[in-house]
């Protein structure tokens, strides 16, 4: 068996031992292409590794244990199986074949410890139809002979990367029959690099593409800066188009740490041309020999280093024949074809780009850096900190009205939610663009710029023009920190505080402080977040809402480790039925008002959640008494209508006393239509303007308006401009938009009203 071979024995016929990338290199090398020189560690020593070791068995134990759908078996295993890889010692005869090859590898070029390239090079992965067969490791910049052992390793281990493994079984792959080789090459320390299309990488058309930026190949490749393009007649050498771009970031060798690092590309060559015509002229001759060697049109990565064109890569053009924007998981020019990698539902608008960074558990949360885009199944509040970090997000499950949909649309940032498999799918550190709008998630990153992020919620002054509505136009907020950027929308109040997040965020449950006796801690972190907004909207309405979290979002607090297990939250225990069961915390939110009011914050209402029978408004008010608070007297008091039952006997509510509601649409169309607003398989029948809901929405107006009791609507359908209509001709006092929605929200009312008032004067005439 041949455990090592330099890239002169190789040629394109030796995947099977060297890998497609192997192979590939050999062949270029064969073909008299200048490709930098180094040698594959062959799939046979791995498949030797994990016999002589004996670690085999206990992989395939952990696979064939393994639940490959469930995502958070699938993490663990393949942990463990890296673990495992990375852990066991090579044995001596293999480790010494390594360190002999690296060794004549540095003799040859006549450097001692040469930087070296460490890439996989799995022996499935350059088939289209196996890309997802094995990762695509690569480490740059890798030096001394033990660095190169332990990476090779690493690359061995990320046959089993949890994407890799789920792959393999949905396609019925023996995992025992897949190896991997690696490629160990010297490193170019390029000044300019980027990638080649033979042809016209969809149309086929005889023109050479070529994408160049300043440094490392690697910021083209992952998408991290917009390249200089050039197209190339094929036939005649013509420089057709060149464009240059804004390379604003670049990836070179650290010489003192000697890894590769990620600096801002220097102002005067930012837009500066990357090829001049002589390289462009060269590069094309060399895309033209590799393309006849192959006998078809390639895709190519290639380097500059000190006047030197060197070929890193060759393999053949996959996206031939197919159509811009269909639905493939290969890679391919990102100019000419969107990639779509996942769907879901667009959640907040906009498009950003990032590097995907997974949160499996909330201890990785540090690894998101600002700009990266956050991939979880489902965010809780504890994540709030790390979603301010992020471009975009992306979850697996969830509606529009989900947590990860709410706050991303209170911080202005993209979000794609109920994409079902995001977090097995996305690659850690690959970069991917969101259409927050189309609910898409694009492979690299297809945009120009990723839009600033909105100024932070903090530091917001821009003032929307106001237009005077007579039904009142306010706004959402649930995190008090953003209520200054809600605020310079103008809206005419809060129409709804939501008070989970500033409860959540703490970590602790609310509960704890309780039973710990610090019930003053409570309320003091209640009264300064409230005091935020009623403060910034003062002398506006605030109608704070109390605590409605469901038992799964108190699970993961300190203290909520006796939550019960529900098998639907949103069906159980929560909102105002919990307060009731509860009341020590409904008082200290009651509490905190009160020491508000005591200030002057007169300003602020109270809205009870969920409720569904009048007992629980008249238990709720009976609490407030016992703290001081007068409801309806000196503090406005109402419920939000968000079952069925309280729309149904909404008279009751108004016997029993109130000053206003809410639709709660979110939860008012859940309940109506029997869809999970969390449950991205029923995602899809999920609608506010069903007729069932309107019905209900109707006939509580009707009837409010009937006794004088304000209406207003805090849900989702009050961003919506189609139902905002339909809500103002049916007479609601005030709509809460959220604060992106705000200023078209409040053009739509305007409308509606002058539409209104244009009917009434011309019947007026008729008669
Ligand atoms: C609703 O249900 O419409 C609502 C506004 O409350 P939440 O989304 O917090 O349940
Ligand atoms: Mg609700």
């Given amino acids: 068996m041949e455990y090592v071979k330099f890239f002169e024995e190789l040629n394109k016929g030796d995947i099977a031992i060297a890998g497609g990338k192997g192979a590939n290199l050999g062949e270029l090398t064969q073909a008299g292409i200048p490709v930098p020189p180094g040698f594959v560690i062959t799939a046979a020593t791995y498949e030797q590794f994990m016999e002589e070791t ?27 199986i890296k673990k ?19 060794n004549a590898l540095c003799h040859r070029i006549g450097i001692e410890d040469v930087y070296v390239a460490v890439r996989s090079s799995a022996t499935a992965e350059d088939l289209p139809e196996a890309s997802f067969a094995g990762q695509q490791e690569t480490y740059l910049n890798i030096r001394g002979a033990s660095d190169v052992v332990k990476y090779v390793q690493k690359c061995w281990a990320s046959l089993f990367e949890s994407r890799a493994i789920f792959y393999r079984e949905e396609n019925n792959f023996d995992h025992s029959k897949v190896y991997i080789a690696v490629v160990i090459q010297e490193m170019v320390e390029a000044e300019k690099a980027g990638v080649m299309f033979t042809v016209h990488p969809s149309t086929g058309e005889e023109k050479i593409l070529i994408e160049g930026a300043w440094g490392l190949g690697e910021a083209v490749v992952s998408g991290t ?29 650290d010489p003192e740490a000697g890894k590769t690092v990620k600096v801002p590309v220097p102002d005067d060559m930012k837009n500066k041309k990357v090829l001049s015509t002589s390289e ?29 064109i060197f070929m890193l890569q060759s393999r053949p053009v996959t996206t031939l024949g197919k159509i811009a924007g269909e639905e493939t998981g290969e890679k391919s020019s990102k100019e000419t074809e969107r990639i779509i990698i996942t769907k879901g539902l667009g959640a907040s608008p906009g498009m950003a780009s990032g590097m995907v960074k997974i949160i499996r558990n909330t201890d990785e949360l540090d690894k998101i850096e600002e700009g990266d885009i956050l991939v979880t199944v489902m965010t809780t509040p504890d994540m709030v900190p790390a979603m301010k970090r992020a471009n975009g997000i992306i979850t697996d499950e969830g509606g529009v009205t989900c947590h990860a949909a709410i706050v991303s649309r209170e911080l202005g940032i993209p979000c794609v939610v109920g994409t079902g498999d995001a977090s097995k799918i996305l690659e850690e550190n690959s970069v991917v663009t969101i259409d927050g709008n189309k609910g898409l998630v694009y492979e690299g990153k297809i945009i120009e710029e990723s839009p600033q992020k909105e100024e932070s919620a903090e530091t917001t002054t821009i003032v929307q023009q106001s237009i005077l509505t007579v039904t009142e136009v306010k706004v959402n907020v649930s995190m008090p920190e ?107 939110e009651f509490k ?21 029978h009048p007992d629980e408004l008249r238990q709720a008010k009976k609490i407030a008494r016992e703290v001081g608070l007068k409801p309806q007297k000196n503090i406005e008091f109402g419920i939000m209508v968000e079952t069925p039952a309280a729309a149904l006997v909404i008279e009751d509510f108004i016997k029993e006393g109130l000053d206003f509601v809410s639709f709660g649409t979110n939860d008012l169309t859940q309940y109506t239509l029997a869809i999970d607003r969390n449950n991205e398989n029923v995602a899809d029948l999920y609608s506010e303007g069903h007729p069932a809901v309107l019905k209900l929405i109707e006939r509580v107006i009707i009837e409010c308006n009937k006794a004088g009791v304000k209406t207003s609507i805090c849900g989702q359908a009050g961003s919506m401009p189609n139902i905002v209509e339909k809500l103002v001709e049916l007479g609601i006092t005030s709509v809460s938009a959220n604060t992106d929605a705000v200023q078209t929200v409040r053009e739509v009312v305007a409308r509606v009203e002058k539409k209104l008032l244009l009917k009434a004067a011309r019947k007026i005439m008729q008669e």
């Fill in 54 to 80: 004996e670690i085999s068995d206990e992989v395939m134990d952990i696979l064939n244990a393994l639940d490959v759908n469930n995502n958070k078996e699938l993490q663990e295993a393949s942990r463990k």
């Fill in 84 to 102: 495992i890889i990375i852990e066991t010692p090579i044995p001596k005869d293999i480790s010494t074949i390594i360190i002999e090859a690296y």
């Fill in 225 to 253: 800066v917009t390249p200089d393009t050039c197209w190339v007649d094929k036939k005649t050498g013509e420089i057709l188009e060149y464009q240059v771009s804004e390379k604003n970031i670049m990836f070179k060798k």
């Fill in 280 to 308: 462009i002229a060269k590069l094309a001759e060399m895309g033209k020999k590799i393309q006849e060697h192959y006998d078809f049109p390639q895709d190519t990565e290639w380097a500059i280093e000190g006047g030197r």
């Fill in 482 to 588: 953003a209520a200054k950027k809600a605020a310079a929308t103008g809206a005419d109040g809060v129409g709804l505080l939501r008070t989970e997040h500033m409860m959540l965020t703490t970590g602790v449950h609310p509960k704890k402080f309780i039973r710990e006796g610090e019930e003053d801690q409570l309320i003091k972190l209640l009264v300064e977040n409230i005091l935020k907004v009623a403060d910034t909207f003062y002398p506006k309405p605030v109608w704070y809402r109390t605590l409605d979290a469901p038992t799964d979002e108190f699970k993961s607090l300190k203290g909520g480790e006796d939550e019960p297990y529900e098998h639907n939250p949103m069906l159980g225990w929560r909102g105002i039925r919990r307060e009731l069961d509860e009341p020590e915390i409904l008082k200290a």
């Fill in 592 to 612: 905190a008002i009160k020491k508000l009011h005591e200030q002057g914050y007169t300003n602020i209402g109270i809205m009870l959640p969920l409720v569904q």
